[in-house]
């Protein structure tokens, strides 16, 4: 039997609170829970995207979601538009779904998966990775890159580098609607 060893980091939410006030139990309980509810999803998606990249060599784009009542949901840039459109354009696809469930109200964590090349403090050279993008409603906004190798027929993920990004799925101020259309507008162009 074939064993996936998925080392993913788990999220530490610290609270920022003012210097003479310490959070209440309701506020560490709710940071706890934005933790579970991140690493879930995390998890969930890295070990689906390296057993695909172990068993198939490739990984189309895809996002898991977290529904408001804690179940996932997987999409995929299935539309037939977005079906032979570049990988670039497909994650921007995706990233509009997410936004347009978020806007809606109907999830309280998005995260995007991809494979790209990357470097880390551990690496002189680019290396093969995972890219997550990963936002909770109620908590981080980060973008992941997990370096993997292939040793004795077993994917294995590396130490994880993360940094904040501009929070895309829960921002008010960014259109789902405009996203898609552009999007839309744009691949069709490219057909042409």
């Given at each position: ?24 139990k ?20 890295a070990a ?53 469930f ?51 027929e ?39």
């Open positions: 039997m074939k064993f996936l060893s998925v080392l993913i980091f788990s999220f530490s939410l610290s609270p920022l609170v003012m210097a003479e006030t310490a959070p209440t309701e506020q560490i309980k709710a940071f706890q829970v934005v933790g579970e509810e991140t690493n879930k999803v995390s998890r969930t998606g689906y995207a390296l057993n695909m990249i172990k068993d198939n060599g490739k990984l189309a784009p895809f996002a898991l979601i977290m529904n408001n009542d804690g179940s996932t949901g997987k999409l995929e840039a299935a539309s037939e538009f977005i079906t032979n459109a570049p990988t670039s354009e497909k994650i921007a696809y995706l990233r509009g779904q997410i936004k347009h978020a806007e809606k109200n109907k999830i309280k964590a998005g995260a995007l998966f991809s494979r790209g090349f990357g470097r880390t403090s551990s690496f002189t050279e680019d290396v093969a990775g995972l890219i997550i993008e990963m936002e909770h409603r109620h908590g981080a906004s980060t973008l992941q890159f997990v370096p993997y190798e292939l040793k004795d077993k994917i294995m993920a590396l130490k994880a580098t993360s940094k904040p990004k501009p929070r895309l799925f829960f921002n008010t101020l960014i259109s789902s609607d405009e996203t898609y259309k552009s999007i839309k507008k744009a691949v069709q162009q490219a057909e042409k």
